[in-house]
């Protein structure tokens, strides 16, 4: 009998073990292997031509003076990454590094480049996230490994544009959680402040969030698990990539945006990064906004807001 409940007890451990392995491996793939829109170069591009109409006419300016650019750099572990860049219309060290969104790549902040380039005539590098546009990579990686690729593109900036810069970093959504994830590392002198929009505070609060919206499932035991095995495959856990923990570090100014209708990534989380966020920084809740949609619903109002506050900082 002591023998039968052994076996028994062995099976049934092992058929849990086998469940969780095979959901850990099947949530890691879903969410950071999923259908990428933003491997569509050219999808993405009719989508913001026909979604902002206002850019338009700058981008067939780029295109027409051929100052739309690419550039490529390699990172430590020999994946390939790909920036689009624009020089403003006369040499400034205003600059601005713009970071894209889940499943988005940089043709998808082109948007935000207008505004930084038409509208403020700074300098704009806009880098392709791992696993998207052109640059290389196995999965998406939630801002926290792309925090290093984002500064390794910061301290490029100076061989395109030139030295003495004076640098924003403005990021949506996942890029918004990049962003706040780079604020709270050692950086150059010329990063000056920081714009986030609409960031989560971690990847643990939004895939536990998404696990029980899509799922219906509690974060225990699968988040713990998917978390140890995305440790072994990317190198990084759910719950050290936190925007919340590195804004605490953070002394540089940074302005927080978040629409008020935001259920995506939920508008409670700007509350509590901005409360974790030392001095200076200021906050804007966007009425009637949802998800990473502020700029397309308030284009001016967006406009004022973060020129007002990069121009604090960034003369």
């Known amino acids: 009998m002591k023998k039968k409940i052994l076996i028994t007890t062995g099976i049934v451990a092992a058929v849990i073990i086998a469940i969780l392995t095979g959901g850990s491996l099947y949530m890691l793939d879903y969410s950071l292997r999923p259908e990428n829109r933003g491997k569509d170069m050219e999808g993405?591009?009719?989508f913001m031509r026909?979604?902002?109409p206002q850019i338009v006419p700058w981008l067939d300016s780029l295109e027409q003076h051929k100052a739309l650019r690419d550039t490529f750099i390699t990172a430590p572990d020999g994946i390939k990454m790909h920036a689009f860049f624009v020089r403003a219309s006369k040499p400034?060290?205003?600059?601005?590094?713009?970071?894209?969104?889940?499943?988005?790549?940089?043709?998808?902040?082109?948007?935000?480049?207008?505004?930084?380039?038409?509208?403020?005539?700074?300098?704009?590098?806009?880098?392709?996230?791992?696993?998207?546009?052109?640059?290389?990579?196995?999965?998406?990686?939630?801002?926290?490994?792309?925090?290093?690729d984002v500064i390794q593109w910061i301290d490029t900036a100076p061989a395109i544009f030139g030295d003495s810069l004076q640098t924003v970093v403005h990021g949506i959504s996942?890029?918004?959680?990049?962003t706040m994830m780079?604020?709270?590392?050692?950086?150059?002198?010329?990063?000056?402040?920081?714009?986030?929009?609409?960031?989560?505070?971690s990847v643990w609060d939004q895939f536990g969030k998404e696990l029980k919206e899509q799922f219906g499932l509690p974060k225990f035991p699968l988040l713990y698990t998917a978390s140890w095995m995305c440790d072994l495959q990317n190198g990084w856990n759910f719950t050290e990539a936190s925007a919340l923990k590195q804004v605490a570090k953070c002394r540089l100014p940074m302005f927080f945006i978040h629409g008020d209708k935001d259920d995506y990534v939920p508008t409670w989380?700007?509350?509590?990064?901005?409360?974790?966020?030392?001095?200076?920084?200021?906050?804007?809740?966007?009425?009637?906004?949802?998800?990473?949609h502020?700029?397309?619903?308030?284009?001016?109002e967006y406009t004022e807001h973060v020129k007002?506050?990069?121009?604090?900082?960034?003369?």
């Open 50 to 52: 026909e979604t902002y």
């Open 182 to 201: 780079v604020s709270g590392e050692k950086l150059p002198g010329y990063i000056r402040c920081f714009v986030e929009d609409c960031g989560y505070t």
């Open 308 to 315: 007002r506050f990069v121009n604090k900082y960034i003369h």
């Open 269 to 292: 989380m700007v509350y509590k990064l901005y409360d974790a966020k030392p001095q200076p920084k200021e906050i804007w809740v966007v009425p009637g906004a949802d998800h990473a």
């Open 92 to 148: 400034t060290n205003k600059t601005a590094v713009i970071v894209h969104g889940y499943t988005d790549n940089a043709i998808r902040m082109f948007h935000i480049g207008y505004m930084y380039s038409n509208d403020f005539d700074y300098n704009i590098l806009l880098p392709d996230l791992r696993y998207t546009g052109l640059t290389e990579g196995d999965a998406i990686q939630m801002g926290w490994l792309d925090r290093k």
């Open 294 to 300: 502020s700029y397309r619903y308030y284009p001016e």
């Open 44 to 46: 993405s591009m009719a």
């Open 174 to 178: 996942m890029g918004a959680a990049t």
